[in-house]
């Protein structure tokens, strides 16, 4: 299954990093395993619902809001599969929504339940237009109303310098380092990155290594598994072992045998 990808117009750039879309019949059923990859989501689901397992707490609904996640979830895939999904960057997500990012933590939620008025504005269309360019036409039409309205620009370009500054650092900035580029203490930072980004900043930074590891074994795939946990900041390769195997339900070495390695964060 390859998506149909499209890049957000220049004023929404910051805040979404891109639109997929889906349109194909499975001859068989297919369990697809998703990792965290640094990065939230808005997917619609247009004939049936995959079946759900693993971190992620799924509510049986076709427009789902899914927040940062913790660990992998497995998608029960079969029949006619029709998705098309918004992936907001790290903390754009709440340049959009009033609620605390915090809650969609391990969560994916009913658009209608977190904004029923969005749901309204968003959902019919999309059901009536099935090609992606003119999804993605009124989407931005959407949010850009949006943007003009929800975003806290203080705090949020506060979050995004520290959300560049772990992207630069690959993940290996200590948190105490975060606080002093925000100009916040820890608990200051910790509660404001958890409201804003929805996730607390040492999960994240869990997150980010993962994902810089699997963008440096993509680039360099004979790398041994020991420069690896090297090259990406884990203490050692046990490090990078017990985080990987926490985030994605296997080890590096199972991973790389199974899966090609690729990072959504880094890409």
Not at 143 to 160: K, S, V
Request: a neutral charge.
């Amino acid at each position: 299954m390859i998506p149909e990808i499209v890049t957000p117009s220049a004023h929404l750039r910051p805040y979404i990093s891109q639109y997929w879309a889906i349109e194909t019949r499975l001859d068989k059923p297919v369990t697809y395993r998703i990792i965290p990859s640094g990065m939230t989501e808005l997917t619609f689901y247009f004939h049936g619902l995959p079946r759900v397992s693993g971190c992620i707490q799924s509510f049986p609904d076709s427009y789902l809001l899914s927040g940062h996640s913790s660990s992998y979830t497995d998608l029960g895939l079969n029949g006619y599969l029709s998705v098309f999904s918004i992936t907001f960057r790290p903390e754009g997500l709440m340049a959009f929504f009033k609620m605390p990012a915090v809650e969609l933590f391990n969560q994916s939620i009913p658009l209608g339940l977190v904004s029923p008025s969005l749901a309204n504005l968003l959902i019919t269309h999309l059901e009536d237009t099935p090609d992606i360019h003119s999804r993605v036409a009124w989407v931005e039409k959407v949010f850009t109303r949006l943007l003009q309205h929800e975003i806290n620009r203080y705090e949020y370009g506060r979050m995004r310098h520290v959300i560049s500054v772990i992207k630069a650092t690959h993940g290996q900035s200590p948190v105490a380092l975060l606080a002093s580029e925000a100009c916040l203490s820890r608990k200051q930072l910790e509660r404001q990155f958890s409201n804003l980004v929805g996730i607390s900043p040492k999960q994240y930074l869990k997150t980010i290594r993962l994902q810089s590891a699997l963008h440096l074994k993509a680039s360099q795939p004979d790398l041994s598994l020991a420069a690896l946990a090297c090259d990406s900041g884990y203490f050692d390769q046990a490090h990078l072992t017990r985080e990987f195997k926490s985030l994605t339900g296997l080890t590096p070495r199972q991973y790389f045998d199974t899966c090609q390695p690729y990072s959504d964060f880094f890409s």
